[in-house]
């Protein structure tokens, strides 16, 4: 055998093994990140449903309803796609709630929250900042509590409007807007497919 036949079966047997234990680190890694996620997840939504100790996934994405009339999907409105809804219940598998992920774009970029319903009394039971690429100072004080704070015990049927029932932030109505805007039309998407049936 040549040297030269020699060299490149090395070189291609320690390509293909290179590749084979690259691939298995990138799918170790990203395992362990799903997890890591899904424990944060499970923090902040038993985090904003005060007495659950436990939930389960009602939706983890939603499709798009097609419009009835001549307007085509380009043309429409833009609607949030993907709803995860989650349903609170407490230590006797009652439920105490709903939270629900809203994804908004504001200033920077896109907010995406989590918020929480108490169903018994149809109000918000508080909301969490999940990420967001507002301006540093200004749009990001969303995330701050007094901003947040604001939303806790307001009833699900409020208008949700920056400067009528919600206090934006000075210098970012654009984030607050953002906010205020993405709750209430998930609130409404989400009561209506899982709020109380009549």
């Given at each position: 055998m040549s040297n030269n036949l020699r060299m490149v079966i090395v070189l291609t047997v320690t390509a293909m093994l290179s590749g084979?234990?690259?691939?298995?680190?990138?799918?170790?890694?990203?395992t362990y990140?799903?997890?890591n996620e899904e424990a944060k997840l499970r923090l902040v939504i038993l985090d904003v449903l005060p007495g659950a100790e436990d939930y389960e996934v009602l939706a983890s994405k939603t499709q798009p309803e097609?419009?009835?009339?001549?307007?085509?999907?380009?043309?429409?409105?833009?609607?949030q796609q993907?709803?995860?809804?989650?349903r609170g219940l407490d230590k006797n598998g009652e439920e105490v709630g709903l939270a629900f992920i809203v994804?908004?774009?504001g200033y920077g970029g896109l907010i995406r929250l989590i918020a929480g319903i108490d169903t018994r009394k149809d109000t918000l039971t508080q909301i969490q900042i999940l990420e967001h690429k507002e301006t540093p100072g200004l749009g990001s004080k969303i995330a701050d509590a007094p901003f947040r704070e604001q939303f806790a015990g307001k009833s699900i049927t409020d208008?949700?409007?920056v400067g009528q029932d919600?206090?934006?932030?000075?210098?970012?109505?654009?984030?607050?807007?953002?906010?205020?805007d993405g709750l209430r039309t998930t609130i409404q998407e989400?009561?209506?497919r899982y709020g109380k049936r009549g």
């Open positions: 084979l234990v690259l691939s298995y680190a990138h799918d170790m890694a990203n990140i799903q997890r097609i419009p009835e009339d001549d307007v085509t999907l380009s043309e429409a409105p833009p609607t993907h709803i995860p809804v989650y994804e908004n774009p208008p949700f409007v919600v206090d934006g932030i000075s210098g970012a109505t654009v984030s607050s807007k953002a906010v205020a989400v009561m209506k």
